[in-house]
Nanobody, 127 residues
């Protein structure tokens, strides 16, 4: 079972930036498509962003396009989510996720396709 550990969350004002990190045990990140999801109180977990195995292809939910950027650094087994121009509606617990096996790019937004999850990191955007 791979361990995914998120960090970097916090309380910030609207318009601020944060960078989330997700570190994995072993070589997991090097061999899997990876994604970020988030869950706000009273809402279902939702897809935020994904990055392909080689890092050249990314996908974002519409509400974060142009503000968030996902990246992978295979050398240190870490993926990142750079979040700029944060809004109150971005407030949620953010989770790093990886599938147990290969995942079709058309399915990257399906939470049920991911079997490895971190513990989450809280992001709160408030004035």
């Amino acid at each position: 079972q791979v361990q995914l550990v998120e960090s970097g969350g916090g309380l910030v004002q609207p318009g601020a930036s944060l960078r989330l990190s997700c570190a994995a045990s072993g070589r997991f990140i090097r061999t899997h498509t990876m994604a970020w999801f988030r869950q706000a109180p009273g809402r279902e977990r939702e897809f935020v962003a994904a990055v392909s195995l080689n890092g050249y292809t990314t996908s974002y939910t519409e509400s974060v396009k142009g503000r968030f950027a996902i990246s992978r650094h295979n050398d240190d087994n870490t993926i990142y989510l750079q979040m700029n121009s944060l809004k109150p509606e971005d407030t949620a617990v953010y989770y790093c996720a990886g599938p147990s096996q290969g995942i079709a790019w058309s399915q990257i937004q399906w939470a049920q396709k991911y079997t490895n999850w971190g513990q989450g990191t809280q992001v709160t955007v408030s004035s």
